[in-house]
């Protein structure tokens, strides 16, 4: 009975140390339930009570469901970290899953967990991005690379059956890819992929760090999971743990928000080295398609996102309006390295086709498309950069830094812009010296082994309507020259200077303008002188005619009858280039006309020099007269022309006409065997007055070329009026001999003392160098 007794003490013992952990042994099971049922703070109750039991260290039993409790708990730990991968969480499941695994592991740090997760999949969707861009641009380069091999078999096709024979096919596409082109990724459809992947990559970070960063400032600010704060405090529990520490305290992690801060930071390193890279790959070709624009659009979008209340750290909106400044600055650098290049490839197209009236707005000067196109380009530029300009000033405002960087691009942008408009006046330059130097080379080519080199004719057919005559061209180049002058740098100037001239004064932008104006005026005078200095040759010619080369004997000259032929085909030489220049660069009609005017003088002088002891060693009166009376024709008539420096070498001319002929008189007088008898009355009694003995005075030789002048002169006028009409229509001829007596008394008083107007006359050489010497 004993023996029995004292084992059922030992039986009641173990039932009621079973009775006593019964708990402890459904635990494992009751966990999973709840787990299960969705009832993670019942699951985190329990294990926490299972934890607090005091278990006797002899029952092994017990510790091995304790493993089994604390093997459910680490699945159920695993569990809740998982969730927090999710990219779709809401913040309050956040919450209570940072909460539970707080209470299950005090130790652990959930939230810097969460963070970290969350910015790895951050940077995982920018790698995403980047692999399917690459990915595109393979499968582009495929597609290219099988249109080339398609493009290439057609060629093939067509070659084989133009030489008739067979095609043999079956060897294989790569000797066909090896005659064609190579593969290059370039053109417009390659920049819609690399705008596609900078948009991408810009949604990436609008659509994540914003939410990232709220939940760092929540977490590190105290407010993170609140509401949850109070069952956390009010549970009643025996044993305050660290749990209750952290929630009570709003403490959720042991790092700090400027680390959080720094993997921002990094995310936005990666984007901005993606998008850099990628910008500078756009290509400058499409730069006025939008793809440059829109990426700057999309940083922008960034900013704006990121500048919006607890979005993103500082220092971040700071990188990402740095990277939108500098990629900005990029772009307007490349429109202005763009805007100079075109200008340089334009202008080697020059198509020698005059525009219209109307597309030249009415202008007088007969251009070519190649200033309008000129134009054309550096308006599309600068509209562009207008509008980059104005989204930096705004920016500058808010940064010292960035206003000197505005300063420094609109500097940049200024410069580019003068230099472009001076580049197309030094391709204008060029293209007037290559039409000099084709005229020279036509007018004298070098002989070399016996052959004459011609200038190189064009490969490509002249277009319908365009200009051939170097002249004509020449005049075009003038008119592109003064209308860039007078119109185009004046337009765009004014159009674009309120870009760069809020940093700048009022004196800097007149001497902007001063400058572009004196370049021009630099080259028209200089490609002027090269149309005028052809044109003197001709004029040279026509004169040389007219004075020595139409058997006339001036010594011996026939009675005046008129102004003789000649002289009106002489003019006609001016007429032609009158009528040359108001249709090719009407502006410069005045001043072309007046410097070969000046030019046809200083040639009268310079012949009479030449001849004075050959075909013009002697001048009786008759020929006195003759060529007085053509030249107060010639005055008349170009009148509106005369300079003051060819109005005192016209006086000259005459004065040497007139010692000239009373030399020859003189001469007569003394030889009278050598004098032949003139037919005219008057010059029959001045015969007789020299025969008598009696000298002949200039002034009566003056007096006598009036006398001609008043008969003949307004009806050689009339006679040629329409050779002459381009010069003397607003000219009322009823004044004429008024205004020719006026001019002899001018020029009689001039005439005083006439061999000091001779000798103190300068020789003159050619017409174009003696004008090029006034200048």
């Not at 280039?577 to 046809?600: Q, S, Y």
Request: glycine fraction near 4%.
């Amino acid at each position: 009975l004993f023996e029995r007794q004292a084992q059922a003490e030992k039986i009641r013992s173990v039932q009621g140390m079973l009775q006593r952990f019964r708990t402890l042994f459904n635990l494992p099971s009751a966990i999973r339930g709840s787990i299960s049922k969705g009832e993670y703070d019942l699951a985190v109750r329990e294990y926490r009570k299972a934890k607090s039991i005091v278990l006797p260290s002899h029952v092994g039993i017990l510790k091995r469901v304790l493993e089994e409790v604390e093997k459910v708990v680490h699945e159920f730990k695993g569990m809740l970290y998982k969730s927090m991968e999710d990219p779709q969480i809401d913040l309050t499941n956040l919450e209570n899953i940072v909460r539970l695994l707080l209470e299950l592991e005090p130790e652990s740090d959930p939230v810097w967990h969460y963070l970290n997760i969350q910015n790895q999949r951050i940077r995982g969707l920018l790698e995403k991005c980047t692999l399917d861009h690459e990915t595109w641009m393979e499968n582009l380069h495929i597609e290219i690379r099988e249109k080339a091999l398609s493009d290439a078999k057609w060629r093939q096709i067509q070659q084989d059956l133009n030489q008739s024979s067979d095609v043999d096919y079956s060897h294989g596409n790569s000797h066909l890819l090896r005659d064609s082109q190579p593969v290059v990724l370039t053109g417009e459809e390659v920049d819609a992929f690399r705008g596609r992947y900078i948009r991408r990559l810009t949604a990436v970070l609008i659509h994540h760090i914003p939410a990232f960063w709220k939940v760092a400032i929540s977490v590190f600010s105290g407010k993170f999971a609140k509401s949850s704060q109070v069952s956390a405090e009010s549970n009643v529990n025996t044993s305050a743990n660290k749990s209750e520490e952290k929630v009570g305290d709003g403490k959720y992690s042991s790092h700090s928000l400027d680390e959080v801060s720094g993997m921002v930071c990094s995310t936005i390193s990666a984007y901005e080295s993606k998008v850099h890279n990628t910008f500078r790959e756009l290509e400058e070709s499409n730069i006025l398609r939008p793809y440059m624009s829109d990426a700057i659009k999309e940083i922008s979008k960034a900013c704006q996102a990121f500048e919006a209340k607890e979005s993103a750290p500082p220092i971040a909106v700071m990188a990402l309006r740095t990277l939108q400044s500098e990629i900005t600055k990029i772009y307007i650098l490349r429109l202005c390295s763009w805007m100079r290049i075109s200008t340089e490839e334009i202008s080697k197209e020059e198509s020698w086709v005059p525009v219209s009236i109307l597309e030249r707005n009415k202008s007088l000067y007969t251009i070519s498309s190649l200033p309008l196109a000129v134009r054309s380009i550096m308006a599309s530029a600068m509209d562009q950069i207008n509008l980059m300009i104005q989204s930096l000033r705004s920016e500058a405002s808010k940064s010292e830094d960035m206003f000197v960087q505005l300063q420094e691009i609109q500097e940049s942008v200024r410069l580019a812009f003068l230099n472009c408009l001076l580049d197309f006046a030094g391709h204008l330059e060029h293209i007037g010296g290559e039409l000099a130097q084709n005229r020279s080379n036509q007018e004298s080519p070098h002989l070399q082994n016996g052959y004459s080199h011609e200038p190189q004719e064009n490969s490509s057919d002249p277009l319908p309507g365009s200009v051939l005559d170097p002249h004509q061209q020449l005049l075009m180049v003038l008119s592109n020259i003064g209308y860039c002058k007078d119109e185009l740098s004046r337009e765009l100037y004014n159009k674009y200077k309120h870009i760069w001239l809020q940093s700048r004064e009022k004196d800097e932008e007149d001497d902007d303008m001063q400058d572009l104006v004196m370049s021009f005026s630099g080259l028209e005078e200089k490609v002027l002188g090269q149309y005028t200095f052809a044109k003197a040759n001709l004029i040279r010619t026509a004169a040389v005619n007219y004075l020595l080369d139409v058997g006339v004997q001036w010594g011996g000259a026939p009675a005046v009858k008129g102004v003789r032929n000649a002289a009106v085909e002489l003019l006609h030489t001016l007429v032609a280039v009158h009528a040359e220049v108001f249709a090719g660069c009407k502006p410069l009609l005045d001043k072309t006309i007046g410097i070969l005017v000046e030019g046809l003088i200083d040639t009268f002088l310079s012949l009479f020099h030449e001849n004075k002891t050959k075909d013009l060693r002697s001048l009786d009166t008759n020929g006195f007269c003759q060529l007085m009376l053509e030249l107060e024709y010639f005055e008349t008539i170009l009148n509106p022309y005369l300079t003051l420096d060819a109005s005192e070498s016209l006086k000259s001319l005459q004065g040497v006409l007139l010692e000239k002929a009373t030399e020859s008189v003189t001469e007569s007088i003394e030889t009278p065997s050598h004098h032949r008898r003139p037919t005219r009355g008057s010059e029959d009694a001045l015969s007789d007055d020299r025969q008598q003995g009696m000298t002949v005075s200039p002034d009566d030789l003056i007096a006598l070329a009036q006398q001609y002048s008043s008969e003949l002169l307004q009806a050689e006028l009339e006679r040629t009026r329409i050779n002459t009409a381009c010069f003397v229509e607003s000219i009322p001829l009823d004044l004429v001999p008024e205004s020719a007596k006026a001019a002899y008394a001018s020029f009689r008083g001039s005439m005083d003392s006439p061999s000091r107007n001779f000798r103190g006359a300068q020789p003159v050489g050619s017409p174009g160098f003696s004008r090029q010497r006034r200048r």
